[in-house]
């Protein structure tokens, strides 16, 4: 454990050699560092049981969120309603934490893409790094760390690690993240103290951005490096030890099902699969009553060049559906077979029993990264229906209407052109694609409001400059970056709030903002909550999207907003962190600076 005021020189900052001293610090006795006031002791916390877990953010758990999209439903809706439309205008801040992590990775300081957890009064959270903080939040006036658990992560810039951590999990009496070098550690909850860890990704170019999932007895990760030279995966954990279960490959090797769309030969590259991406780099849901996990995968690898990996690519931009306690793949749906546009699917399924034609449906709904939100059916992954979200669209003139596939797929081509003027290849110039090859809609959360039956979602609203860059298999350094192109961005983007009828797909509101969507939206009832880009985060009218209430702290929002209630009383919870990769055009927000904070507001 080390302590807050400790943590700059337990993670070797200002010329002192870490490791030494956190030695030092850690055989300090709680007696000692209660004396000196650096240790905040609490009453024994009541443990994260599945049974709590499965209900977080609702019922009796309404105070507590408890996993990271809110529930297993992935949700992202509290119904905590203290903060309403009419006295949101009235939200000030509580209290501000400072968080450490600003340490520069080979890619610039770390993405502050945390979601914040609270159980009973106490608020767990990591920096860019994945470390957790455990915070007394309890008084409502301010945050006081009581440990920070010290996992000993290299915070070398040489080792050309990517940097973003997007939250833990609880289980039982452990605090679990997942870390960039690919372990995974389990803390003691009252102590912060390390109880396991587990190099889980163990092949070169391997780790983690995506928070883990508890479920039961069971820690879900995800291989999240989804643009290196690697093969994606999905692992299941025993929480007591950290012992691997199962794994589930997202690239299955010659002669298992879905090998068959990886044309290897083709390209004159019989590897290919071997670094063929589909990397599953954000949490995903949990459907307990049929024990199902369903997992958003990424990008096959590389991304623009489809040449280099001819074939559908399964299971590459696909909703992916995993028998929770073996990891046997129940269904799969592609969004975009082949893909060549960056248009990874590996964001938020919203998990919702809804009325779909007069019929009530079981269903998983998704806003694509390419521009279309999908509804599909929970129990086999069939398509229902789809609906264009963002404005502009051009990579294909639609969807299928009976299969969900882009009009122009071809089952039979080695390689698709789903729009003349909009594919990549070898032979040919840059092309203009839209949505942005971030999308849309990519990793930063959606949500759902289940008592209207309405989504939301913060959209990039712009295009981008794609090229083809042929790079020869030998040359192919696994576990580095492999883009097999270049991109740009096309000019200044904007963004949306946007909402959408969950039943038809059909948006019914949407309210464009100066900057592209980065950070994703919660729900409380009434109101939307969104941060962006220039440090403002805001509350809208759940109806017609009109900003109610705004502040602005200077920082960066790449993260959602969470809320939750200590002694009947509401909070909003967000964190900020630096610009990181690209401005999109916007100049005047690429001097914000490194700070990483956690801030707090009330009524």
């Not at 400072?98 to 993405?111: D, K, M, N, V």
């Not at 050309?160 to 997007?166: K, Q, W």
């Not at 039961?216 to 692992?235: E, L, M, N, P």
């Not at 999908?374 to 003139?397: A, C, M």
Request: aromatic share 10%; glycine share 12%.
């Amino acid at each position: 454990m080390v302590p807050a005021a400790a943590g700059r020189l337990a993670f070797g900052a200002d010329g002192y050699e870490g490791r030494n001293v956190k030695m030092k610090i850690t055989n300090l006795s709680v007696a000692a560092l209660a004396a000196t006031g650096l240790f905040v002791s609490g009453a024994v916390a009541e443990p994260a049981t599945p049974e709590r877990l499965e209900m977080s953010a609702m019922g009796d758990e309404a105070a507590n969120w408890l996993t990271v999209h809110g529930n297993y439903s992935s949700h992202r809706y509290s119904p905590l309603d203290e903060i309403t439309p009419e006295n949101v205008g009235d939200m000030e801040l509580a209290f501000a934490v400072p968080l450490g992590g600003t340490e520069p990775s080979a890619f610039g300081a770390g993405a502050m893409e945390t979601t914040p957890l609270v159980k009973d009064g106490k608020l767990y959270v990591t920096d860019p790094w994945g470390t957790p903080y455990k915070i007394d939040v309890s008084s409502g006036e301010k945050g006081q760390i009581e440990w920070i658990c010290d996992t000993a992560v290299d915070r070398d810039p040489s080792l050309g690690i990517l940097v973003a951590n997007r939250g833990l999990a609880l289980s039982g009496d452990l605090v679990v993240t997942n870390l960039p070098d690919g372990r995974v550690v389990a803390c003691d909850d009252a102590s912060g103290d390390i109880v396991w860890e587990k190099q889980v990704a163990d092949q070169p170019g391997e780790g983690f951005t995506g928070a883990p999932l508890a479920v039961g007895d069971k820690i879900i990760v995800g291989q999240s490096y989804g643009d290196w030279a690697t093969r994606g995966w999905i692992a299941a954990l025993d929480a007591a030890t950290g012992d691997e279960i199962w794994r589930f490959y997202t690239v299955p090797e010659p002669g298992q099902p879905g090998s068959e769309t990886w044309l290897c030969e083709e390209s004159g590259n019989p590897d290919c699969w071997k670094t063929g991406g589909a990397a599953a780099w954000v949490t995903g849901s949990y459907d307990p009553e049929t024990n199902t996990l369903i997992y958003g995968t990424g990008n096959p690898v590389p991304m623009y060049d489809p040449e280099y990996r001819p074939g559908d690519n399964l299971y590459s931009n696909s909703a992916i559906a995993l028998d929770a306690d073996t990891g046997e793949l129940k269904w799969h749906f592609q969004y975009t077979p082949g893909d060549y546009l960056d248009y990874d699917e590996v964001g938020s399924h919203l998990l919702i029993d809804q009325e779909v034609d007069g019929e009530m449906r079981k269903v998983v709904a998704h806003f694509g990264r390419n521009g279309i939100f999908y509804n599909l059916d929970r129990n086999n992954g069939s398509f229902i229906n789809s609906g264009q979200y963002v404005e502009k669209l051009n990579w294909t003139p639609g969807i299928d209407p009976k299969t969900g596939k882009p009009v122009n797929y071809d089952p039979n081509a080695s390689l698709q052109s789903y729009a003349e003027d909009v594919t990549l290849r070898r032979d040919g110039g840059p092309i203009e694609n839209c949505p942005h090859l971030q999308g849309g809609i990519n990793f930063w959360p959606t949500a759902y409001n289940p008592e209207t039956g309405q989504a939301y979602g913060h959209s990039i609203e712009g295009c981008s400059e794609l090229e083809t860059v042929p790079v020869a298999p030998e040359d192919v350094i696994p576990g580095t970056i492999f883009t097999g192109g270049s991109n740009s961005d096309s000019g200044e983007m904007d963004g949306s709030i946007l909402r959408v009828n969950a039943a038809t797909g059909e948006v019914d509101n949407k309210t464009i903002r100066e900057y592209p969507g980065y950070a994703g939206v919660m729900l409380t009832p009434g109101l939307v909550w969104v941060g962006e880009l220039d440090g403002t985060f805001g509350a809208y009218d759940a109806d017609t999207l009109e900003q109610l209430w705004s502040i602005n702290v200077g920082g960066v929002f790449k993260a959602p907003a969470m809320t939750y209630a200590v002694d009947g009383k509401q909070y909003v919870a967000i964190t900020a962190g630096p610009l990181g990769l690209g401005s999109f055009g916007h100049p005047e927000i690429e001097q914000t600076q490194v700070a990483n904070m956690l801030y707090v507001f009330a009524l």
